[in-house]
Structure formats: structure tokens, C-alpha cells
């Protein structure tokens, strides 16, 4: 295997104790990576993870090292291999004269750039350990706690004993200090008389501190009568804004052309078949979908497959996320009613979604400990399609969808939070309203809106804006909102 050149290492107490500091109190701007045991020793259990948050650790049988295996696996050396940080590099280094260490099934003769996805081994026949770089490993994101437990097993574990010898060596100090100050008692006495003699000097500077502070106090009513006039001229600029936006706004808008294309959408029952027993959880989801003149039906992907995109709090997506992960079959059971009364059903093995953006992440299992994930994340790629057609699907228009200009007015139909609206004995969609917040796409490819007046629930919703031949066409599907007021729609060119 082709070593990749690497600059000298730092010392080895600099890039562990010296960094686990500043990864426990100044977080900022510091990487962690994660470890994940895939062979089952008795030391670490299969699937194990440990996060890495200092500079150098060490892997071996020997009981400082931060990575530590029990004495039944001979093939281990005491200090088999070390990991340190390169620049915004991780660099595995071969520590053993006796037993290999192999990267990728090769062996490693003195260092190599480590990758996400590579797979460490400790000897032909030794243990395994996996290589992840999460995709927010920022130290920062996680909890104070944690970076304290952390820092004690990897950054002080290797030197207890030492920090032992600076405890006697500082206690030492301090003792001999205290004879110091037993014997300078008269000194200070002769501070204390200048310190009298520095309070009158304080009385004379007293009175000049008055005199700029009444100063400072005609200078701030004049910024404070400033501020005023300010606050005055952008109340002026925000009620002009207003009366632009409800300007904006099309009273020609017709429900009724629009609304049976527009469906309330349910994910009835969620499945998980592993290792041969099935389980299923009922009444999971709520949204909306619409039919498209192409003879699709969309809706969000965090509606379809919600325990892609488990939120705090909801375990049991958590729960059926780590057994996807492990490789349980999870099978969703969506149905779609229209305001016409007819309605669609379909699983999430017929749909069509885009798994460009699906990504590996710890997380902390409802027990408590640290699990890995396959995560959605939010964004161009939160839609599915189906096959489906109705004769009232609506039209849209891709080139105009990634083209709309700043303060556009947008219109949406939906059912936030489940609800409906009552036209005698059926039900439709509640209207609402946006505005495109800039012009065209954002970096991630959506169209970032301001003034939102719809809620959770949209979510998988046609988004509207009349074209120049004066017909409704939709331009995109509700995304998310962030904060309040503003949000995100994925253009419908994005779906395919």
C-alpha cells in the first residue's frame, strides 16, 4: 500500500490533554470523527461507537491507550496504532513492529490519510473498526456533558499519573507560597499606607468622572432622539411593504379549479419486518399531495418515510430508523383523499425519490447510548412521486420554477395540521400565502419564501403562481418552515 506523505507529528500530550481542553471549553471550530466497532471483542461489543474530539489518541492492548482491548486479542499490540489530526486531516499511523495494521484489507507501512467509509483492522486476524466522518462534526454539536466524558477517557486516561505528580508539584507551590506571604506580613503593612494615600488621589478623579459622565448623558439623549427618528422612518418602510403585498395579492384566485387536485394525505400504518417478525404502528402521518397533468402525484418524502427525518421527542421513529438501518424492512401504507371523494393508496416501494442527500449520523438512542443512522435531510430531495393520475390534475411549469423573482406573491393550498375546510358535506384545502424571498434558487437549490402564513401540515402542498397567460400553474411543493415567517418550497423542477 502506497503511503501518502505526511509533516511531523505534534507531541503526543499537546494533541490529546492540550486539545481535549479546548474540545471541552472551546469548542468552536473542532472536528470530531466517530469509531464504530464491527467485530465483537470483549472489550467492545459489535456495532460500538466512541467520538474522537482530541488530536491523538492511540489503539492497542495497552491501558493507556484510548482505544483499549483485553488481553484475548493476542494479535492487538500493546501500542498498535495511533490516530492524529493532520491539518483537517486524520492520519493513521503504524505503531507496532510485530503485527500489521491495514486499512481497506491493506497494510499500512507508516501513515495514511484516513477517508469516511474506511474500515481499520489490528493484525490480519484482529479486530475491525470503521472510520466515520459525520456530516455535522462540529464539536460544538455536542453536549457539554458528553465533551466532559469524553475528555476524561481519552484526553487524561494516558496521563493519570502524571497529572498525579503536577497535583503534588502545584500542592508544593502552594506551600511554599504561604511561608512567602507569612514573611512579607510587614510589606504589606506599607502597601496599605499607599493605599490610603492612592484613595485620596481617587476622590480628585471621582469628581472628573462626574463631570464626563454628565457628558455622556447629553450625548446619549441625542442618540436616543436619533434612534427615535429611525425606528419612525422603517415603520414607514414596513407599512409600505405591507400595502405592496396585499396589492399583490389575486382576488381572481378560484378555488374551485384548483381544490380536487389538492389531496389530504395519511400514512395509515408503518410495517417493520426484521428477522422474521413484523410489527406495525398505525396513524402516523399527516400532508398533502396534488395530482400533476403528467400523470404524477407528489408529496414530501418526510410524509411518505417520516423515520427519515425523526425530530426530538418522536422515539418511535427513532426506533424504526435504527432497525431500517440494520437492515429491517419498513414499508409505509400512504393514502391520498381527494375533495371529489376519490382517493389513491400506495406503499413507499412504488414510489420514485431521490437518495442523493440520504446521510450516516450519530445519534443518542431513547436508552441513552450512541447509535448511527440513515438521516433525510431536508431540502431539493424531500419529495417522492407516484404513478397516479385524475382528471382534475393541475398544471405546472418547470423553467418558471427556478426563475421567480424577489417578492413574487406565491399561493398555497394545503391542510395544516390535518384541518380542512367545510363545503357543506365534503371538505377542501385551506388557503395561504407567501412571498419568493430572492431572486431564483438558493444554494440548495430552493426557493427560500418570506411572509408565510401556512403551517406544519402543508407539508407535500402545490404551490401556485399565475403565469403571463393569466392561469394558475404550480412552481413548487411546501418544504419547511424556519422560524417564523419565512420558509422553504422545493421548485417542482427539482421532482421527477
Given at each position: 500500500?502506497?503511503?501518502?506523505?505526511?509533516?511531523?507529528?505534534?507531541?503526543?500530550?499537546?494533541?490529546?490533554?492540550?486539545?481535549?481542553?479546548?474540545?471541552?471549553?472551546?469548542?468552536?471550530?473542532?472536528?470530531?470523527?466517530?469509531?464504530?466497532?464491527?467485530?465483537?471483542?470483549?472489550?467492545?461489543?459489535?456495532?460500538?461507537?466512541?467520538?474522537?474530539?482530541?488530536?491523538?489518541?492511540?489503539?492497542?492492548?495497552?491501558?493507556?491507550?484510548?482505544?483499549?482491548?483485553?488481553?484475548?486479542?493476542?494479535?492487538?499490540?500493546?501500542?498498535?496504532?495511533?490516530?492524529?489530526?493532520?491539518?483537517?486531516?486524520?492520519?493513521?499511523?503504524?505503531?507496532?513492529?510485530?503485527?500489521?495494521?491495514?486499512?481497506?484489507?491493506?497494510?499500512?507501512?507508516?501513515?495514511?490519510?484516513?477517508?469516511?467509509?474506511?474500515?481499520?483492522?489490528?493484525?490480519?486476524?484482529?479486530?475491525?473498526?470503521?472510520?466515520?466522518?459525520?456530516?455535522?462534526?462540529?464539536?460544538?454539536?455536542?453536549?457539554?456533558?458528553?465533551?466532559?466524558?469524553?475528555?476524561?477517557?481519552?484526553?487524561?486516561?494516558?496521563?493519570?499519573?502524571?497529572?498525579?505528580?503536577?497535583?503534588?508539584?502545584?500542592?508544593?507551590?502552594?506551600?511554599?507560597?504561604?511561608?512567602?506571604?507569612?514573611?512579607?506580613?510587614?510589606?504589606?503593612?506599607?502597601?496599605?499606607?499607599?493605599?490610603?494615600?492612592?484613595?485620596?488621589?481617587?476622590?480628585?478623579?471621582?469628581?472628573?468622572?462626574?463631570?464626563?459622565?454628565?457628558?455622556?448623558?447629553?450625548?446619549?439623549?441625542?442618540?436616543?432622539?436619533?434612534?427615535?427618528?429611525?425606528?419612525?422612518?422603517?415603520?414607514?418602510?414596513?407599512?409600505?411593504?405591507?400595502?405592496?403585498?396585499?396589492?399583490?395579492?389575486?382576488?381572481?384566485?378560484?378555488?374551485?379549479?384548483?381544490?380536487?387536485?389538492?389531496?389530504?394525505?395519511?400514512?395509515?400504518?408503518?410495517?417493520?419486518?426484521?428477522?422474521?417478525?413484523?410489527?406495525?404502528?398505525?396513524?402516523?402521518?399527516?400532508?398533502?399531495?396534488?395530482?400533476l397533468n403528467d400523470g404524477r402525484f407528489i408529496t414530501s418524502r418526510h410524509v411518505a418515510e417520516p423515520w427519515l427525518y425523526p425530530d426530538k421527542g418522536e422515539d418511535f421513529l427513532l426506533q424504526i430508523n435504527l432497525l431500517a438501518t440494520a437492515g429491517a424492512e419498513v414499508v409505509s401504507y400512504i393514502t391520498a383523499i381527494s375533495p371529489d371523494g376519490s382517493s389513491i393508496s400506495f406503499t413507499n416501494k412504488e414510489i420514485v425519490s431521490d437518495d442523493s442527500q440520504l446521510f450516516r449520523e450519530a445519534a443518542t438512542s431513547p436508552d441513552g447510548e450512541s447509535v448511527i443512522i440513515r438521516r433525510g435531510m431536508y431540502g431539493s430531495t424531500d419529495w417522492v412521486s407516484v404513478k397516479r393520475s385524475h382528471s382534475l390534475a393541475l398544471a405546472f411549469d418547470n423553467d418558471l420554477s427556478q426563475n421567480l423573482k424577489a417578492t413574487t406573491k406565491l399561493d398555497v393550498l394545503g391542510y395544516p395540521m390535518g384541518m380542512t375546510a367545510s363545503r357543506g358535506d365534503s371538505?377542501?384545502?385551506?388557503?395561504?400565502?407567501?412571498?419568493?424571498?430572492?431572486?431564483?434558487?438558493?444554494?440548495?437549490?430552493?426557493?427560500?419564501?418570506?411572509?408565510?402564513?401556512?403551517?406544519?401540515?402543508?407539508?407535500?402542498?402545490?404551490?401556485?403562481?399565475?403565469?403571463?397567460?393569466?392561469?394558475?400553474?404550480?412552481?413548487?411543493?411546501?418544504?419547511?418552515?424556519?422560524?417564523?415567517?419565512?420558509?422553504?418550497?422545493?421548485?417542482?423542477?427539482?421532482?421527477?
Amino acid at each position: 500500500m502506497k503511503n501518502q506523505s505526511v509533516s511531523t507529528q505534534k507531541g503526543q500530550f499537546n494533541k490529546s490533554l492540550g486539545t481535549g481542553v479546548k474540545s471541552l471549553f472551546s469548542a468552536k471550530g473542532r472536528r470530531y470523527y466517530i469509531l464504530e466497532h464491527r467485530t465483537a471483542t470483549a472489550s467492545h461489543r459489535a456495532g460500538e461507537v466512541q467520538e474522537i474530539i482530541v488530536d491523538y489518541i492511540e489503539l492497542g492492548r495497552d491501558r493507556k491507550c484510548q482505544v483499549h482491548f483485553d488481553e484475548s486479542q493476542a494479535t492487538v499490540s500493546r501500542r498498535h496504532a495511533a490516530i492524529s489530526a493532520e491539518n483537517s486531516k486524520w492520519v493513521i499511523k503504524n505503531l507496532s513492529q510485530s503485527n500489521p495494521t491495514l486499512v481497506n484489507n491493506r497494510p499500512v507501512s507508516n501513515h495514511w490519510y484516513l477517508q469516511h467509509g474506511d474500515e481499520i483492522q489490528l493484525s490480519v486476524e484482529g479486530p475491525k473498526i470503521g472510520f466515520i466522518v459525520p456530516q455535522n462534526n462540529t464539536v460544538k454539536s455536542i453536549g457539554l456533558s458528553r465533551r466532559f466524558s469524553l475528555f476524561r477517557k481519552q484526553a487524561l486516561r494516558p496521563y493519570k499519573r502524571a497529572i498525579a505528580y503536577m497535583g503534588l508539584f502545584f500542592l508544593a507551590l502552594v506551600s511554599a507560597l504561604a511561608v512567602y506571604l507569612y514573611q512579607t506580613r510587614e510589606e504589606l503593612y506599607s502597601y496599605k499606607v499607599q493605599l490610603a494615600d492612592f484613595k485620596e488621589i481617587s476622590a480628585e478623579q471621582a469628581d472628573s468622572l462626574t463631570e464626563q459622565l454628565s457628558q455622556s448623558k447629553k450625548h446619549n439623549a441625542v442618540l436616543q432622539e436619533s434612534f427615535n427618528s429611525l425606528q419612525k422612518t422603517v415603520k414607514k418602510i414596513q407599512q409600505t411593504q405591507v400595502s405592496q403585498s396585499q396589492s399583490n395579492t389575486h382576488p381572481d384566485f378560484h378555488f374551485n379549479e384548483l381544490i380536487n387536485g389538492v389531496c389530504l394525505v395519511s400514512v395509515d400504518k408503518i410495517t417493520v419486518t426484521y428477522e422474521g417478525e413484523m410489527q406495525s404502528v398505525e396513524n402516523c402521518a399527516l400532508g398533502t399531495g396534488f395530482f400533476l397533468n403528467d400523470g404524477r402525484f407528489i408529496t414530501s418524502r418526510h410524509v411518505a418515510e417520516p423515520w427519515l427525518y425523526p425530530d426530538k421527542g418522536e422515539d418511535f421513529l427513532l426506533q424504526i430508523n435504527l432497525l431500517a438501518t440494520a437492515g429491517a424492512e419498513v414499508v409505509s401504507y400512504i393514502t391520498a383523499i381527494s375533495p371529489d371523494g376519490s382517493s389513491i393508496s400506495f406503499t413507499n416501494k412504488e414510489i420514485v425519490s431521490d437518495d442523493s442527500q440520504l446521510f450516516r449520523e450519530a445519534a443518542t438512542s431513547p436508552d441513552g447510548e450512541s447509535v448511527i443512522i440513515r438521516r433525510g435531510m431536508y431540502g431539493s430531495t424531500d419529495w417522492v412521486s407516484v404513478k397516479r393520475s385524475h382528471s382534475l390534475a393541475l398544471a405546472f411549469d418547470n423553467d418558471l420554477s427556478q426563475n421567480l423573482k424577489a417578492t413574487t406573491k406565491l399561493d398555497v393550498l394545503g391542510y395544516p395540521m390535518g384541518m380542512t375546510a367545510s363545503r357543506g358535506d365534503s371538505f377542501s384545502p385551506i388557503y395561504g400565502s407567501c412571498v419568493v424571498g430572492a431572486d431564483g434558487l438558493g444554494a440548495a437549490g430552493n426557493i427560500l419564501i418570506s411572509q408565510r402564513n401556512f403551517e406544519k401540515g402543508n407539508s407535500g402542498g402545490p404551490v401556485f403562481v399565475k403565469n403571463d397567460s393569466g392561469k394558475f400553474v404550480v412552481v413548487g411543493l411546501v418544504e419547511a418552515g424556519i422560524g417564523e415567517g419565512i420558509g422553504i418550497v422545493i421548485p417542482i423542477s427539482a421532482t421527477r
